[in-house]
C-alpha cells in the first residue's frame, strides 16, 4: 500500500498457517517504510551526505592500505586497526545495502508500473528498510 501524500509505504504480510494439528494459525507484520528516498530538496540533501560518506570511505580505505603496506602483519596486532578494518567492512555493507535497495526498488516500482495486475513483493525490500 502506498500513500502518496507522505511518500510511505506499508507492506503488509498476512499469513494462516494450516497446522497438522488441525486449526489455523494467523500471523502478520505491517512495516511502514519510505521506499521512495529521493523525493524533497531535503531527501536530495540527504543524498549528498551520503556521496560526502561514500568519499570519506574511499578515503578510510586508501589511508588503511597504506598503513597495511607499511605495517604488512603486525597491522592487526593492535586492537584499534582491527576496529578500523572492522568498520570500513561495516561501512561497505551498508552502502552496497543502500545501493542494492535503490535499484531493486526502481526495478520493481517499473515492473509494476507496466503491469498493475501483477503482484510486487516488497517484504524483502521492507524489512531490510526497517532494519537498516
Same mark, same amino acid.
Given at each position: ?6 511518500? $510511505? +509505504?506499508?507492506?503488509? #504480510?498476512?499469513?494462516? =498457517?494450516?497446522?497438522?494439528? %488441525? %486449526? ?9 517504510? #519510505?521506499? $521512495?528516498?529521493?523525493?524533497?530538496? +531535503?531527501?536530495?540533501?540527504? !543524498?549528498?551526505? /551520503? &556521496?560526502?560518506?561514500? +568519499?570519506?570511505? *574511499?578515503?578510510?580505505?586508501? =589511508? =588503511?592500505?597504506? /598503513?597495511?603496506? !607499511?605495517? #604488512? ?9 582491527? *576496529? @578500523?578494518?572492522?568498520?570500513?567492512? *561495516?561501512?561497505?555493507?551498508?552502502? %552496497? +545495502?543502500?545501493?542494492?535497495?535503490? *535499484?531493486?526498488?526502481? @526495478?520493481?516500482? =517499473? #515492473? !509494476?508500473?507496466? @503491469?498493475?495486475?501483477? &503482484?510486487?513483493?516488497? /517484504?524483502? $525490500? %521492507? ?6
Amino acid at each position: 500500500v502506498y500513500n502518496a501524500n507522505i511518500n $510511505l +509505504f506499508c507492506v503488509v #504480510k498476512l499469513v494462516f =498457517e494450516l497446522p497438522a494439528t %488441525g %486449526g489455523v494459525v494467523p500471523s502478520w507484520t505491517f512495516r511502514t517504510v #519510505k521506499l $521512495l528516498r529521493y523525493v524533497t530538496g +531535503f531527501d536530495y540533501f540527504i !543524498m549528498a551526505c /551520503e &556521496f560526502i560518506f561514500i +568519499f570519506f570511505i *574511499l578515503y578510510y580505505i586508501i =589511508e =588503511e592500505c597504506i /598503513e597495511i603496506r !607499511m605495517l #604488512k602483519c603486525s597491522y592487526f596486532n593492535s586492537l584499534s586497526n582491527v *576496529l @578500523d578494518v572492522t568498520v570500513i567492512l *561495516l561501512a561497505l555493507v551498508c552502502i %552496497g +545495502f543502500s545501493i542494492y535497495s535503490t *535499484l531493486t526498488i526502481s @526495478d520493481t516500482l =517499473e #515492473k !509494476m508500473l507496466r @503491469d498493475p495486475t501483477k &503482484f510486487a513483493d516488497f /517484504e524483502f $525490500l %521492507g524489512y531490510g528498510q526497517a532494519h537498516y
